[in-house]
């Protein structure tokens, strides 16, 4: 589970092919802001851009960890797949943490269209269009992670 707070923001700094075919997957090498990865363990779960992973490997001396992302999640998600594209960063929640959020699974149903974002006053607003199929899901003043 997550909150749902960006606690750090990577980069892509490798995608390799896990099979022959679009119908498998990637392998991601993420690279980690210095010291973001001091306590994280093999099959830790991070969230990049919201969607949670499960770490394959670590390399701490290059502060670098790979995922495995599977066709599925790449095809729900925007921007896993480009070297170079920088992502938000999230370590699942530890029993006892503080939640300075919501309560976020990280698995990810669909992309959404942002429709309009603009300055409104002092603040900002963010209309987000989302697939059809999910709108039986969503609930009038529910939360949806974005």
Not at 17 to 28: F, P, Q, W, Y
Not at 43 to 59: E, P
Request: with cysteine.
């Amino acid at each position: 589970m997550f909150t749902g707070i960006i606690t750090g923001v990577g980069r892509i700094a490798a995608v390799h092919a896990i099979g022959s075919s679009l119908d498998h997957g990637k392998r991601l090498t993420v690279e980690a802001p210095a010291g973001y990865l001091d306590d994280v363990d093999l099959g830790d779960s991070i969230a990049l851009n919201g969607a949670c992973m499960t770490v394959t490997s670590l390399d701490l001396p290059q502060r670098q960890f790979t995922i495995d992302i599977s066709a599925e999640s790449l095809s729900k998600t925007a921007g896993l797949d480009r070297i170079d594209h920088r992502i938000n960063l999230e370590k699942a929640l530890r029993a006892g943490d503080r939640l300075g959020g919501h309560i976020v699974s990280g698995h990810v149903d669909g992309i959404g269209t942002v429709t309009r974002f603009e300055r409104t006053g002092e603040s900002w607003t963010l209309s987000v269009l989302a697939p059809p199929a999910l709108g039986k899901f969503l609930a009038y003043k529910g939360s949806v992670a974005i």
